[in-house]
């Protein structure tokens, strides 16, 4: 089963992803996870997009479309999740054709909605441990007391640049002019599910499972 996970910055995609992952066997493809990979290795593709990122802006097509498509050839059983990926018109065109081509369909798109207000609390109360990518929230998943990552043990954690007000609004942006075409898009060929992302995040767990099970 392959499915795109849409939503907003902060609406739950890679909390979700990850559960998706445990429990289901499948593969997170995170273009978002792989730019900043590239970043911190010191790439010319991470110094190339590294100012753009932290603006807030989408990098451009032809970048995460070569990103995912180096990925797709692999096997996986339980399929992929995309997360963050598409973000624009061509970039889904770009999916259609790329599925196609190593004979994947396309089985659900999952609209994660939250508001505004709620997406700033949740982006700058957030942190990622450093060494596997767990997410946490200051206010709804708290750093573990005794300063260890729940699910690798390492006790360092990082905050993202562009997980400031400035950088949220221009992403904000981004989303509503450039991605939100394409829930309509996906809605036209019968493939939109939408759930209530702001919900506590085990709510949301049951909510995709059931779009899953259906
Ligand atoms: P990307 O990394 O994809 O960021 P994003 O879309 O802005 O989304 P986030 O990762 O910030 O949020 P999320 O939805 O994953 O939420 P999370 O689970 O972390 O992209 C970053 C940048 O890379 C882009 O701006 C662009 O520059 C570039 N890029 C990436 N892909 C691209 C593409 N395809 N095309 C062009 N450019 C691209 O949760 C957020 C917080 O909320 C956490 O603290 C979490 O613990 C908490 N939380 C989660 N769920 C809940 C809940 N239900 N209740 C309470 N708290 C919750
Ligand atoms: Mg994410």
Request: net charge negative.
């Amino acid at each position: 089963m392959n499915i795109i996970l849409l939503g907003p910055p902060g609406s739950g995609k890679g909390t979700q992803a990850r559960h998706l992952v445990e429990t289901r066997n499948m593969v997170q493809l995170s273009t978002g996870d792989m730019l900043r990979d590239a970043k911190s290795s010191g790439s010319e593709l991470g110094k190339k997009v590294a100012a753009v990122m932290a603006r807030g802006d989408l990098v451009t097509d032809d970048i995460v479309i070569g990103l995912i498509g180096e990925r797709l050839s692999q096997t996986t059983a339980g399929g992929f999740i995309f997360d963050g990926f598409p973000r624009t018109l061509a970039q889904a065109d770009a999916l259609d054709n790329l599925l196609k081509s190593q004979s994947h369909d396309l089985d659900a798109v999952i609209e994660m909605r939250v508001d505004d207000d709620a997406l700033v609390s949740r982006i700058t109360a957030r942190s990622t441990c450093a060494k596997c990518g767990e997410v946490y929230n200051d206010i709804t998943k708290p750093l573990p007391v005794d300063g260890k990552c729940v699910n690798c043990a390492s006790d360092e954690f990082t905050r993202r640049a562009d997980d400031n007000e400035d950088s949220l609004r221009q992403r904000l942006m981004e989303y509503y002019k450039k991605t939100s075409p394409i829930i309509g898009y996906y809605y036209a060929k019968g493939l939109l599910d939408q759930v209530d992302g702001l919900g506590a995040i085990y709510e949301v767990q049951w909510a995709i499972s059931e779009v899953l099970d259906k």
